[in-house]
């Protein structure tokens, strides 16, 4: 089974488009988060969490707006997409909020804006 | 201001030899916590270690082992008798105190094993 998914796997769109990034864990984790990796590798935070609670949100463009319907589920909504967006997004979960919880991370959606 | 830094951007090793990632951070928080990921060229990231700041003991998991030293705030990953599957980018990552389990990420050392 698999613990944390990521849809769709890659992502191919053009400029100005709207898509969105589903996530869903199945480990009965509180806290879900998303994080961006660019071209060079560098992982960075942007959303995350905590019993559909939104707990971080880093400094990243309005036009990305997190989800959580539920504790399981977290989608990345995207507007007006940019050729800066292009990157590769991971879902993530973790047990709770605190920095005591390892993140499990899901396979990461790559998305690519021409 | 949280930071950590793996200066080591690529290291390339032959199959079998020992290595080590070093990874050195910055925190001024007391209570923090400390992780080692891998992301092999499939692309997703595995976790492998999480280690808290008031407990330094050396850890030992098969081929590898890590090094906590809050003396100089290193947090350094050896892999003994490398092998090929070994090869991927490998991502120390740091979470401080606050309850939001934000996770600060080094810039990864790429590791290529070659046979």
């Known amino acids: 089974d698999t613990a944390v998914s990521q849809t769709p796997k890659y992502l191919v769109t053009q400029m100005g488009n709207d898509k969105s990034i589903k996530c869903e864990q199945n480990l009965g984790h509180d806290t879900m988060y998303w994080y961006k990796q660019d071209s060079k590798k560098f992982l960075k935070i942007m959303f995350s969490?905590?019993?559909?609670?939104?707990?971080i949100n880093e400094t990243v463009p309005n036009r990305f707006s997190p989800k959580s319907p539920d504790k399981a589920h977290l989608n990345l909504h995207i507007n007006s997409l940019e050729l800066g967006d292009s990157a590769v997004y991971f879902c993530a979960s973790s047990g709770g909020a605190s920095g005591v919880y390892e993140q499990y991370f899901g396979p990461g959606t790559r998305l690519t804006v021409t | 201001a949280q930071k950590v830094t793996q200066a080591q951007t690529e290291i390339s090793v032959v199959e079998k030899e020992d290595v080590t990632l070093d990874c050195v951070y910055e925190?001024?928080?007391?209570?923090?916590?400390l992780f080692w990921y891998k992301q092999p060229p499939s692309g997703e990231l595995v976790f492998l270690i999480r280690?808290?700041?008031?407990?330094?003991q050396n850890e030992i998991s098969g081929r590898y082992s890590w090094n906590f030293q809050k003396s100089t705030s290193s947090f350094n990953f050896t892999i003994t008798a490398s092998q090929v599957v070994d090869s991927a980018v490998y991502f120390c990552?740091?979470?401080?105190?606050?309850?939001?389990?934000?996770?600060?990420f080094g810039q990864g050392t790429t590791l290529q094993v070659k046979p």
């Open positions: 925190t001024r928080d007391t209570t923090y916590y």
């Open positions: 990552a740091l979470s401080g105190s606050s309850n939001t389990g934000k996770l600060i």
């Open positions: 969490y905590n019993n559909k609670e939104l707990i």
């Open positions: 280690r808290n700041s008031f407990d330094e």
